[in-house]
């Protein structure tokens, strides 16, 4: 299957500092990606749907100023966390689609896992 | 709306034996996919079945199926003959018209030797 790659993996930051987080399909371009936010024994939480070359959509009560989604590239998005703060870790994951159709297999990266100190 | 419902949290199940997760979903689209997802505790989600709301029959993947009842809105995922490396998160995913997959609460899955 295609691959995702996500990096980094972990990453521990001190209050107040941003954190970019890097999203990258190797193997596929990827017209569409997107961002999700695990909280510890619970589901995924889609936050936002970035297209290539545009802006993102971001879901309800998701604040753009504070996540800022770039997709520059078919095969690049990145996710900053911007003045990060103790409530803000959590586990991010990215997944990357090929093309849109409710059949279309979304393909996930690694994960990362923010820890805000 | 889509909504993915998953009753049960937790699952224990004896190593070689079969075992069913329960999947139901909501939506108004016509249209949808549903697909399955197990995440492991190293957090990666891997892709392990996927049913078109058109397909005829029920999809099968290895030692993974999907149980598909359209009337019902279930679309349960059966693994045979369980192993010890099936101990996981399972989710099961929906995408309908606006290309979204939404998720239900998942089901933690533990394989006894």
């Known amino acids: 299957g295609a691959v995702v790659s996500q990096h980094p993996s972990r990453v521990i930051c001190k209050s107040g500092t941003s954190v970019k987080i890097e999203c990258r399909s190797l193997?596929?371009?990827?017209?569409?990606m997107f961002w999700y936010r695990q909280f510890p024994k619970q589901s995924l939480m889609l936050m936002a749907t970035?297209?290539?070359?545009?802006?993102?959509?971001?879901e309800q009560g998701v604040e753009k100023d504070k996540f800022l989604i770039n997709h520059a590239s078919l095969t690049l998005s990145t996710l900053t966390v911007t003045s990060a703060h103790p409530e803000d870790s959590s586990f991010y994951i990215c997944s990357a689609s090929s093309g849109t159709g409710r059949e279309t297999e979304a393909f996930f990266g690694q994960g990362t896992r923010l820890t805000v100190v | 709306a889509q909504k993915i419902t998953q009753t049960q949290p937790g699952m224990f199940v004896q190593e070689k034996e079969a075992v069913t997760l329960d999947c139901t979903y909501d939506t108004s689209d016509p249209s949808y996919g549903l697909f399955w997802y197990k995440q492991p505790s190293s957090g990666e989600m891997i892709f392990l079945i996927y049913?078109?709301?058109?397909?005829?029959q029920n999809a099968t993947e290895g030692r993974y199926s999907l149980n598909f009842q359209k009337a019902r809105k279930s679309a349960n995922l059966v693994i045979s003959a369980s192993q010890l490396g099936d101990s996981a998160m399972y989710f099961c995913a929906m995408r309908g018209g606006n290309e979204k997959l939404t998720f239900g609460t998942g089901t933690r899955l533990t394989i006894i030797p």
């Open positions: 049913q078109g709301s058109y397909d005829q």
């Open positions: 193997d596929f371009q990827a017209t569409t």
């Open positions: 970035s297209n290539e070359g545009s802006k993102a959509t971001y």
